[in-house]
Protein backbone atom coordinates (compact mmCIF):
# COMPACT_ATOMS: atom_id res chain seq x y z
CA UNK A 1 0.00 0.00 0.00
CA UNK A 2 0.75 3.25 -0.36
CA UNK A 3 3.22 5.42 2.26
CA UNK A 4 0.65 7.81 4.26
CA UNK A 5 0.83 10.36 6.84
CA UNK A 6 -1.80 10.25 9.37
CA UNK A 7 -2.98 13.51 12.06
CA UNK A 8 -5.19 13.42 14.57
CA UNK A 9 -7.32 16.17 15.19
CA UNK A 10 -10.09 16.51 17.94
CA UNK A 11 -13.23 19.09 18.57
CA UNK A 12 -14.49 19.71 22.13
CA UNK A 13 -18.32 19.23 22.68
CA UNK A 14 -18.98 22.55 23.20
CA UNK A 15 -17.01 24.29 19.75
CA UNK A 16 -17.59 21.30 17.49
CA UNK A 17 -15.93 23.01 14.48
CA UNK A 18 -13.18 24.63 16.09
CA UNK A 19 -9.91 22.07 15.62
CA UNK A 20 -6.80 21.25 18.01
CA UNK A 21 -4.50 19.37 15.43
CA UNK A 22 -3.03 17.09 18.10
CA UNK A 23 -0.68 15.10 16.77
CA UNK A 24 1.13 13.50 13.23
CA UNK A 25 2.92 10.26 12.23
CA UNK A 26 5.45 12.45 10.58
CA UNK A 27 6.03 15.44 12.27
CA UNK A 28 5.60 19.34 10.84
CA UNK A 29 4.54 22.62 11.48
CA UNK A 30 2.44 23.92 8.31
CA UNK A 31 2.95 27.07 6.21
CA UNK A 32 1.35 30.14 6.68
CA UNK A 33 -0.94 29.18 3.18
CA UNK A 34 -2.37 25.75 5.32
CA UNK A 35 -5.51 25.05 6.86
CA UNK A 36 -4.33 25.26 10.15
CA UNK A 37 -1.59 28.04 9.52
CA UNK A 38 1.81 28.09 11.07
CA UNK A 39 1.16 25.63 13.49
CA UNK A 40 3.44 22.91 14.95
CA UNK A 41 2.16 19.27 14.23
CA UNK A 42 4.22 17.16 17.04
CA UNK A 43 5.25 13.85 15.36
CA UNK A 44 3.80 11.79 18.37
CA UNK A 45 1.35 9.40 16.87
CA UNK A 46 3.48 6.25 16.45
CA UNK A 47 0.49 4.53 14.67
CA UNK A 48 -2.91 4.72 13.52
CA UNK A 49 -4.98 2.82 15.90
CA UNK A 50 -6.88 -0.55 15.60
CA UNK A 51 -10.19 -0.95 14.01
CA UNK A 52 -13.22 -3.35 14.93
CA UNK A 53 -16.60 -3.46 12.97
CA UNK A 54 -19.20 -5.79 12.97
CA UNK A 55 -22.67 -5.83 12.15
CA UNK A 56 -24.24 -8.78 12.96
CA UNK A 57 -23.35 -12.47 14.82
CA UNK A 58 -24.15 -15.18 13.45
CA UNK A 59 -25.68 -16.70 10.33
CA UNK A 60 -29.15 -15.52 11.49
CA UNK A 61 -28.58 -11.80 11.77
CA UNK A 62 -28.53 -11.42 15.55
CA UNK A 63 -28.16 -7.75 15.92
CA UNK A 64 -25.16 -6.76 17.76
CA UNK A 65 -23.24 -3.92 16.03
CA UNK A 66 -20.36 -2.67 16.85
CA UNK A 67 -17.65 -0.55 16.00
CA UNK A 68 -14.26 0.77 17.36
CA UNK A 69 -11.52 2.50 17.27
CA UNK A 70 -8.49 1.22 19.51
CA UNK A 71 -7.23 3.88 21.59
CA UNK A 72 -5.32 6.91 20.43
CA UNK A 73 -1.85 6.50 21.60
CA UNK A 74 0.42 9.45 21.82
CA UNK A 75 4.21 9.35 22.60
CA UNK A 76 4.86 12.85 24.65
CA UNK A 77 8.40 12.59 26.88
CA UNK A 78 9.02 15.96 26.42
CA UNK A 79 5.48 17.20 27.33
CA UNK A 80 4.08 18.90 24.52
CA UNK A 81 1.05 17.47 25.09
CA UNK A 82 0.55 17.99 28.54
CA UNK A 83 -2.31 20.76 27.38
CA UNK A 84 -4.74 18.29 26.54
CA UNK A 85 -5.06 17.79 30.32
CA UNK A 86 -7.46 21.07 30.26
CA UNK A 87 -9.33 20.22 26.93
CA UNK A 88 -12.49 18.35 27.02
CA UNK A 89 -12.04 14.83 25.20
CA UNK A 90 -15.47 13.52 26.38
CA UNK A 91 -17.69 13.61 23.93
CA UNK A 92 -16.33 16.00 21.68
CA UNK A 93 -14.81 14.41 18.29
CA UNK A 94 -11.87 12.89 16.79
CA UNK A 95 -11.39 12.47 13.36
CA UNK A 96 -8.44 10.90 11.64
CA UNK A 97 -6.55 12.49 8.86
CA UNK A 98 -4.68 10.78 5.81
CA UNK A 99 -2.82 12.56 3.15
CA UNK A 100 0.85 12.96 1.19
CA UNK A 101 3.57 13.27 3.22
CA UNK A 102 4.10 16.74 3.38
CA UNK A 103 1.90 17.98 1.33
CA UNK A 104 -0.86 20.47 2.38
CA UNK A 105 -2.86 19.15 6.05
CA UNK A 106 -5.66 21.00 3.86
CA UNK A 107 -5.13 18.65 1.10
CA UNK A 108 -6.01 15.72 3.10
CA UNK A 109 -8.95 13.72 3.53
CA UNK A 110 -10.64 12.65 6.72
CA UNK A 111 -11.22 8.60 6.46
CA UNK A 112 -12.64 8.12 9.80
CA UNK A 113 -14.45 10.31 12.61
CA UNK A 114 -14.89 8.91 16.11
CA UNK A 115 -16.20 10.30 19.49
CA UNK A 116 -13.58 11.08 22.49
CA UNK A 117 -14.18 8.83 25.49
CA UNK A 118 -11.79 10.85 28.13
CA UNK A 119 -7.63 11.12 28.46
CA UNK A 120 -5.17 8.70 29.96
CA UNK A 121 -2.24 10.47 30.55
CA UNK A 122 1.69 9.94 32.41
CA UNK A 123 4.76 11.74 32.07
CA UNK A 124 5.45 9.48 28.79
CA UNK A 125 1.99 8.71 26.90
CA UNK A 126 -1.26 10.74 26.58
CA UNK A 127 -3.72 7.90 25.47
CA UNK A 128 -7.39 9.28 23.90
CA UNK A 129 -10.26 6.86 24.65
CA UNK A 130 -12.49 6.94 21.67
CA UNK A 131 -15.59 5.45 21.18
CA UNK A 132 -18.07 5.73 18.10
CA UNK A 133 -22.10 6.73 17.59
CA UNK A 134 -23.35 3.38 17.86
CA UNK A 135 -22.16 3.73 21.90
CA UNK A 136 -24.56 6.82 22.24
CA UNK A 137 -27.36 4.74 20.73
CA UNK A 138 -26.65 1.95 23.03
CA UNK A 139 -26.92 4.09 26.19
CA UNK A 140 -29.71 6.61 25.42
CA UNK A 141 -32.83 5.78 25.94
CA UNK A 142 -35.61 5.97 23.27
CA UNK A 143 -36.59 9.47 24.82
CA UNK A 144 -36.49 10.69 27.95
CA UNK A 145 -39.94 11.64 28.43
CA UNK A 146 -41.21 10.48 32.05
CA UNK A 147 -44.29 11.69 34.28
CA UNK A 148 -43.65 13.80 37.05
CA UNK A 149 -47.18 12.83 39.25
CA UNK A 150 -47.57 16.50 39.50
CA UNK A 151 -50.99 16.13 37.75
CA UNK A 152 -52.61 17.30 34.65
CA UNK A 153 -50.26 16.12 31.41
CA UNK A 154 -47.70 15.46 33.86
CA UNK A 155 -49.75 12.12 35.19
CA UNK A 156 -51.32 11.13 38.96
CA UNK A 157 -48.65 10.99 41.27
CA UNK A 158 -48.92 6.90 41.06
CA UNK A 159 -46.75 8.21 37.61
CA UNK A 160 -44.41 9.60 38.97
CA UNK A 161 -41.18 8.59 37.26
CA UNK A 162 -43.14 6.19 34.76
CA UNK A 163 -41.54 6.62 30.94
CA UNK A 164 -44.40 7.81 28.43
CA UNK A 165 -45.76 5.85 26.13
CA UNK A 166 -44.82 5.97 22.73
CA UNK A 167 -45.92 4.91 19.15
CA UNK A 168 -44.64 4.93 15.33
CA UNK A 169 -46.62 4.30 12.40
CA UNK A 170 -49.77 1.83 12.48
CA UNK A 171 -50.05 0.31 15.86
CA UNK A 172 -53.19 -2.26 16.89
CA UNK A 173 -54.45 -2.32 19.91
CA UNK A 174 -52.05 -0.40 22.00
CA UNK A 175 -52.76 0.25 26.10
CA UNK A 176 -52.66 3.91 26.79
CA UNK A 177 -51.93 5.57 30.16
CA UNK A 178 -54.53 7.09 32.41
CA UNK A 179 -52.86 10.40 33.28
CA UNK A 180 -55.65 11.94 34.92
CA UNK A 181 -57.69 8.83 36.71
CA UNK A 182 -60.89 12.05 37.61
CA UNK A 183 -60.85 13.28 34.27
CA UNK A 184 -60.14 9.85 32.63
CA UNK A 185 -57.40 11.43 30.61
CA UNK A 186 -55.09 8.79 28.74
CA UNK A 187 -52.00 9.37 26.59
CA UNK A 188 -51.05 6.91 23.69
CA UNK A 189 -47.95 8.79 22.61
CA UNK A 190 -45.67 11.39 23.70
CA UNK A 191 -46.08 12.41 20.35
CA UNK A 192 -47.92 14.52 17.92
CA UNK A 193 -50.45 11.48 16.28
CA UNK A 194 -51.42 10.69 12.73
CA UNK A 195 -54.84 9.72 13.18
CA UNK A 196 -57.07 7.01 15.71
CA UNK A 197 -58.67 4.14 14.27
CA UNK A 198 -60.38 2.59 17.35
CA UNK A 199 -60.39 3.66 20.84
CA UNK A 200 -61.72 0.54 22.46
CA UNK A 201 -63.50 -0.94 26.01
CA UNK A 202 -62.72 -4.27 26.05
CA UNK A 203 -62.31 -4.58 22.74
CA UNK A 204 -65.59 -2.74 21.41
CA UNK A 205 -65.24 0.58 19.83
CA UNK A 206 -66.32 3.98 20.92
CA UNK A 207 -68.11 6.88 19.96
CA UNK A 208 -65.30 9.75 18.23
CA UNK A 209 -66.67 12.52 20.08
CA UNK A 210 -64.27 16.01 19.29
CA UNK A 211 -60.65 16.74 18.28
CA UNK A 212 -59.15 18.97 20.45
CA UNK A 213 -55.96 21.46 20.24
CA UNK A 214 -54.06 20.71 23.13
CA UNK A 215 -53.87 18.72 26.24
CA UNK A 216 -56.23 22.22 27.98
CA UNK A 217 -58.46 22.20 25.90
CA UNK A 218 -59.18 18.37 26.46
CA UNK A 219 -59.29 18.87 30.24
CA UNK A 220 -61.82 22.03 30.16
CA UNK A 221 -64.50 19.68 28.37
CA UNK A 222 -65.66 15.94 28.88
CA UNK A 223 -67.14 14.25 25.96
CA UNK A 224 -70.61 12.78 26.17
CA UNK A 225 -70.90 9.10 27.93
CA UNK A 226 -69.50 6.34 25.71
CA UNK A 227 -67.84 8.69 23.11
CA UNK A 228 -63.79 10.02 23.68
CA UNK A 229 -62.05 13.39 22.23
CA UNK A 230 -59.00 13.36 21.09
CA UNK A 231 -55.75 15.97 20.94
CA UNK A 232 -53.61 14.64 18.00
CA UNK A 233 -51.53 17.40 18.50
CA UNK A 234 -49.80 15.79 22.01
CA UNK A 235 -51.13 12.32 21.97
CA UNK A 236 -53.63 12.86 24.79
CA UNK A 237 -57.69 11.51 24.70
CA UNK A 238 -60.30 12.07 26.75
CA UNK A 239 -63.37 9.35 27.95
CA UNK A 240 -66.63 10.54 28.73
CA UNK A 241 -67.47 7.40 30.54
CA UNK A 242 -65.84 5.46 33.66
CA UNK A 243 -64.64 1.89 31.66
CA UNK A 244 -65.70 -1.35 33.32
CA UNK A 245 -62.73 -3.70 30.99
CA UNK A 246 -59.96 -2.42 29.72
CA UNK A 247 -59.13 0.74 27.42
CA UNK A 248 -57.04 -0.11 24.10
CA UNK A 249 -56.29 2.04 20.98
CA UNK A 250 -55.53 1.33 17.33
CA UNK A 251 -53.68 4.20 15.79
CA UNK A 252 -51.43 5.64 13.64
CA UNK A 253 -48.67 7.40 15.29
CA UNK A 254 -46.13 10.00 15.31
CA UNK A 255 -46.71 12.14 12.78
CA UNK A 256 -44.66 15.07 11.27
CA UNK A 257 -47.27 17.99 10.39
CA UNK A 258 -48.61 16.52 7.44
CA UNK A 259 -46.79 13.00 6.71
CA UNK A 260 -46.98 9.91 9.09
CA UNK A 261 -43.75 8.07 9.55
CA UNK A 262 -44.67 4.71 7.93
CA UNK A 263 -41.65 2.84 5.83
CA UNK A 264 -38.94 1.25 8.14
CA UNK A 265 -36.54 3.29 7.09
CA UNK A 266 -38.37 6.57 8.08
CA UNK A 267 -39.42 4.82 11.69
CA UNK A 268 -35.82 4.10 12.25
CA UNK A 269 -34.32 7.35 11.41
CA UNK A 270 -36.89 9.12 13.34
CA UNK A 271 -36.71 6.81 16.84
CA UNK A 272 -32.78 8.18 16.37
CA UNK A 273 -33.35 11.90 15.96
CA UNK A 274 -36.03 12.68 17.24
CA UNK A 275 -35.90 13.27 21.13
CA UNK A 276 -33.29 12.85 23.98
CA UNK A 277 -29.62 12.24 23.52
CA UNK A 278 -30.05 12.07 19.60
CA UNK A 279 -28.29 12.08 16.38
CA UNK A 280 -29.07 14.77 13.80
CA UNK A 281 -29.96 14.03 10.41
CA UNK A 282 -27.09 14.29 8.28
CA UNK A 283 -25.38 11.75 10.44
CA UNK A 284 -28.10 8.75 9.15
CA UNK A 285 -26.90 8.27 5.91
CA UNK A 286 -29.34 9.33 3.15
CA UNK A 287 -28.36 6.81 0.31
CA UNK A 288 -28.79 3.77 2.35
CA UNK A 289 -32.26 5.06 4.19
CA UNK A 290 -33.66 5.89 0.68
CA UNK A 291 -32.61 2.26 -0.65
CA UNK A 292 -34.16 0.44 2.11
CA UNK A 293 -37.31 2.94 1.81
CA UNK A 294 -37.34 1.88 -1.97
CA UNK A 295 -36.83 -1.52 -1.20
CA UNK A 296 -39.13 -2.38 2.11
CA UNK A 297 -41.50 0.45 1.48
CA UNK A 298 -44.62 -1.45 3.66
CA UNK A 299 -46.48 -0.32 6.32
CA UNK A 300 -45.28 -0.73 9.54
CA UNK A 301 -45.73 0.21 13.42
CA UNK A 302 -43.91 -0.07 16.60
CA UNK A 303 -45.17 1.05 20.34
CA UNK A 304 -43.12 1.08 23.53
CA UNK A 305 -44.42 1.73 26.94
CA UNK A 306 -41.03 0.47 29.27
CA UNK A 307 -37.62 1.93 29.33
CA UNK A 308 -35.70 0.98 25.93
CA UNK A 309 -32.82 2.45 24.47
CA UNK A 310 -32.56 3.40 21.13
CA UNK A 311 -30.43 1.15 20.27
CA UNK A 312 -32.76 -1.69 21.40
CA UNK A 313 -35.41 -0.22 19.89
CA UNK A 314 -33.62 0.72 16.58
CA UNK A 315 -33.42 -3.36 16.48
CA UNK A 316 -36.24 -4.33 17.17
CA UNK A 317 -37.68 -2.54 14.17
CA UNK A 318 -34.91 -4.00 11.97
CA UNK A 319 -34.81 -7.67 11.99
CA UNK A 320 -37.95 -7.69 11.01
CA UNK A 321 -36.41 -7.09 7.56
CA UNK A 322 -33.50 -9.35 8.20
CA UNK A 323 -32.07 -5.57 8.97
CA UNK A 324 -29.62 -4.05 10.41
CA UNK A 325 -27.87 -1.34 11.33
CA UNK A 326 -24.22 0.26 12.05
CA UNK A 327 -21.97 3.28 12.03
CA UNK A 328 -19.27 4.02 9.70
CA UNK A 329 -16.29 5.55 9.18
CA UNK A 330 -17.72 8.73 8.95
CA UNK A 331 -19.64 8.84 11.99
CA UNK A 332 -23.03 7.94 9.94
CA UNK A 333 -25.50 5.64 11.30
CA UNK A 334 -26.24 3.21 8.01
CA UNK A 335 -29.28 1.22 7.90
CA UNK A 336 -29.34 -1.89 5.52
CA UNK A 337 -30.87 -5.27 5.25
CA UNK A 338 -29.48 -8.88 3.80
CA UNK A 339 -30.42 -10.10 0.65
CA UNK A 340 -28.32 -13.04 -1.68
CA UNK A 341 -25.11 -12.41 -2.27
CA UNK A 342 -26.08 -12.64 -6.06
CA UNK A 343 -23.26 -11.94 -8.46
CA UNK A 344 -22.57 -8.54 -8.98
CA UNK A 345 -20.16 -7.36 -6.38
CA UNK A 346 -18.56 -3.77 -5.97
CA UNK A 347 -14.82 -5.37 -5.87
CA UNK A 348 -13.63 -8.28 -6.31
CA UNK A 349 -10.12 -9.85 -5.07
CA UNK A 350 -7.78 -12.10 -6.46
CA UNK A 351 -6.69 -15.28 -3.98
CA UNK A 352 -2.98 -15.43 -3.28
CA UNK A 353 -2.08 -11.96 -4.49
CA UNK A 354 -5.15 -9.73 -2.82
CA UNK A 355 -5.85 -11.71 -0.36
CA UNK A 356 -4.51 -14.05 2.16
CA UNK A 357 -6.09 -17.87 2.86
CA UNK A 358 -9.88 -17.52 3.93
CA UNK A 359 -10.75 -19.10 7.39
CA UNK A 360 -13.81 -20.62 7.91
CA UNK A 361 -15.42 -18.60 10.82
CA UNK A 362 -18.52 -20.26 12.24
CA UNK A 363 -20.22 -23.64 11.70
CA UNK A 364 -22.82 -23.56 9.25
CA UNK A 365 -26.30 -22.88 10.89
CA UNK A 366 -29.27 -25.00 10.25
CA UNK A 367 -31.23 -23.71 7.33
CA UNK A 368 -34.86 -22.51 7.81
CA UNK A 369 -37.36 -24.72 6.35
CA UNK A 370 -40.26 -22.74 7.26
CA UNK A 371 -40.31 -18.79 7.85
CA UNK A 372 -43.43 -17.37 10.33
CA UNK A 373 -43.42 -13.70 10.87
CA UNK A 374 -46.13 -11.71 12.84
CA UNK A 375 -47.95 -9.32 11.23
CA UNK A 376 -50.63 -6.24 12.57
CA UNK A 377 -48.63 -7.10 16.13
CA UNK A 378 -51.23 -6.95 19.25
CA UNK A 379 -49.41 -4.90 21.77
CA UNK A 380 -52.37 -6.02 23.98
CA UNK A 381 -53.30 -9.33 24.51
CA UNK A 382 -56.31 -10.24 26.06
CA UNK A 383 -58.60 -13.07 27.82
CA UNK A 384 -62.23 -13.11 27.96
CA UNK A 385 -62.76 -11.61 31.17
CA UNK A 386 -60.79 -8.36 29.45
CA UNK A 387 -63.32 -8.62 26.49
CA UNK A 388 -67.19 -7.57 26.03
CA UNK A 389 -69.37 -9.83 25.74
CA UNK A 390 -71.07 -8.80 22.16
CA UNK A 391 -67.84 -9.43 20.43
CA UNK A 392 -67.91 -11.88 17.94
CA UNK A 393 -66.07 -14.77 18.68
CA UNK A 394 -63.31 -13.84 15.60
CA UNK A 395 -62.72 -10.40 17.39
CA UNK A 396 -61.76 -11.96 21.05
CA UNK A 397 -59.58 -14.85 19.05
CA UNK A 398 -57.87 -11.49 17.35
CA UNK A 399 -57.37 -10.20 20.57
CA UNK A 400 -56.08 -13.04 22.57
CA UNK A 401 -53.18 -13.71 20.00
CA UNK A 402 -50.04 -11.69 20.02
CA UNK A 403 -50.19 -11.13 16.30
CA UNK A 404 -51.33 -12.85 12.98
CA UNK A 405 -48.99 -15.05 10.78
CA UNK A 406 -48.02 -15.47 7.72
CA UNK A 407 -45.62 -18.71 6.63
CA UNK A 408 -43.62 -19.61 4.19
CA UNK A 409 -42.09 -23.23 4.01
CA UNK A 410 -39.40 -25.38 2.56
CA UNK A 411 -40.58 -28.82 3.33
CA UNK A 412 -38.00 -30.90 1.47
CA UNK A 413 -35.20 -29.04 3.65
CA UNK A 414 -36.61 -31.19 6.57
CA UNK A 415 -35.70 -34.11 4.84
CA UNK A 416 -32.08 -32.95 4.09
CA UNK A 417 -31.19 -31.11 6.69
CA UNK A 418 -32.87 -33.26 9.88
CA UNK A 419 -32.24 -30.14 11.80
CA UNK A 420 -33.77 -27.52 10.26
CA UNK A 421 -35.79 -24.67 11.93
CA UNK A 422 -38.85 -22.78 12.01
CA UNK A 423 -38.19 -19.58 12.40
CA UNK A 424 -40.61 -16.97 14.16
CA UNK A 425 -39.88 -13.71 14.38
CA UNK A 426 -42.52 -9.79 14.60
CA UNK A 427 -41.99 -8.49 11.18
CA UNK A 428 -43.54 -4.84 12.28
CA UNK A 429 -45.58 -4.96 9.22
CA UNK A 430 -49.51 -4.19 9.25
CA UNK A 431 -50.83 -5.79 6.16
CA UNK A 432 -51.12 -9.11 5.61
CA UNK A 433 -50.05 -9.58 1.90
CA UNK A 434 -46.62 -7.21 2.65
CA UNK A 435 -45.79 -10.07 5.45
CA UNK A 436 -46.77 -12.53 3.22
CA UNK A 437 -43.77 -10.97 0.66
CA UNK A 438 -41.39 -10.97 2.98
CA UNK A 439 -41.96 -14.21 4.45
CA UNK A 440 -41.52 -15.84 0.73
CA UNK A 441 -37.57 -13.60 0.67
CA UNK A 442 -36.61 -14.38 3.76
CA UNK A 443 -37.73 -17.98 3.19
CA UNK A 444 -35.90 -18.14 -0.26
CA UNK A 445 -32.70 -16.97 1.50
CA UNK A 446 -32.05 -18.55 4.52
CA UNK A 447 -33.54 -21.99 2.85
CA UNK A 448 -29.69 -22.12 1.56
CA UNK A 449 -26.85 -23.09 4.39
CA UNK A 450 -25.04 -20.06 5.01
CA UNK A 451 -21.60 -19.37 5.83
CA UNK A 452 -19.12 -16.91 7.82
CA UNK A 453 -15.50 -16.34 6.92
CA UNK A 454 -12.43 -14.67 7.21
CA UNK A 455 -9.86 -13.57 4.86
CA UNK A 456 -7.11 -11.15 4.98
CA UNK A 457 -7.92 -8.25 1.97
CA UNK A 458 -4.54 -6.37 1.23
CA UNK A 459 -6.59 -3.33 0.30
CA UNK A 460 -6.78 0.34 1.37
CA UNK A 461 -8.26 -0.55 4.80
CA UNK A 462 -10.27 2.82 4.82
CA UNK A 463 -11.48 1.71 1.47
CA UNK A 464 -12.81 -1.88 2.64
CA UNK A 465 -13.83 -0.48 5.85
CA UNK A 466 -16.38 1.57 3.29
CA UNK A 467 -17.78 -1.63 1.20
CA UNK A 468 -19.25 -2.91 4.55
CA UNK A 469 -22.76 -3.96 3.90
CA UNK A 470 -21.68 -4.25 0.17
CA UNK A 471 -20.96 -7.33 -1.95
CA UNK A 472 -17.56 -8.43 -2.83
CA UNK A 473 -16.07 -11.51 -4.33
CA UNK A 474 -13.15 -13.60 -4.43
CA UNK A 475 -11.73 -14.76 -7.21
CA UNK A 476 -8.92 -17.90 -8.29
CA UNK A 477 -9.55 -19.56 -4.77
CA UNK A 478 -9.35 -23.47 -5.80
CA UNK A 479 -10.49 -24.85 -2.66
CA UNK A 480 -13.64 -25.30 -1.10
CA UNK A 481 -15.85 -26.01 -3.97
CA UNK A 482 -15.81 -21.78 -4.40
CA UNK A 483 -15.15 -21.68 -8.56
CA UNK A 484 -13.46 -19.13 -10.28
CA UNK A 485 -15.56 -16.84 -8.35
CA UNK A 486 -17.64 -16.42 -4.99
CA UNK A 487 -19.30 -13.29 -4.14
CA UNK A 488 -20.30 -12.64 -0.03
CA UNK A 489 -21.70 -9.81 1.30
CA UNK A 490 -19.30 -8.37 3.81
CA UNK A 491 -20.32 -7.89 7.30
CA UNK A 492 -17.53 -6.88 9.01
CA UNK A 493 -13.49 -5.58 9.15
CA UNK A 494 -10.73 -4.91 11.29
CA UNK A 495 -7.11 -4.01 11.50
CA UNK A 496 -4.47 -3.83 13.77
CA UNK A 497 -1.57 -1.30 13.64
CA UNK A 498 -0.11 -2.89 10.76
CA UNK A 499 -3.10 -1.67 8.64
CA UNK A 500 -3.93 -5.24 6.83
CA UNK A 501 -7.86 -5.44 7.35
CA UNK A 502 -9.03 -8.79 7.87
CA UNK A 503 -12.72 -9.05 6.47
CA UNK A 504 -15.55 -11.01 7.72
CA UNK A 505 -18.04 -12.56 4.64
CA UNK A 506 -21.11 -13.50 4.92
CA UNK A 507 -22.88 -15.98 2.29
Not at 72 to 87: A, F
Not at 151 to 160: E, I, N, P, Y
Not at 313 to 324: D, H, K, P, R, W
Not at 404 to 430: A, C, F, H, M
Request: charged share 15%; aromatic share 10%; proline share 5%.
Amino acid sequence: MATYEFIIRVSEPDAPSTWIYVASTHGRSTTSGDTPASTYIPGALGSVPSFDLSIFDGIEPVLNPRASFGNVVLRDPTGDLDYLTGVVLDGGVLEIMRGTPGALVSSFSTVATMMTAGLLYDINTKTIRLHNLARILETAPLHDSVYDGSGGADGDAQLAGVVRPYAIGKVFNATPKLVDSTKLIYQISDSAIWTIGAVKEGGNALTFGTSRANYAALDASAPAAGAYDVSYNEGFLRLGSSPTLPITVDLTGDTTPTTPYLKRGDIAKQIVTRAGIALTSGQVNSSALSTLNTDKAVDCGFFWDKPITKAAALSEVMEGCLGYWFVNLSGELVLGYLSAPGSSPVASYAYGSQTGAPTHNEVVQPVRWKTALGYQRNFTVMDVSQLAGALSDSSKQLLAEDAQWKEDENTSNKTTYPTSVLKRLYSGIYVGSDCATEAGVQQTLMETARERWRIPIYEDPFTLAGLVGQRIAVTNCPRYSWGSSRTFILIGVSWDSRLVPIATLWG
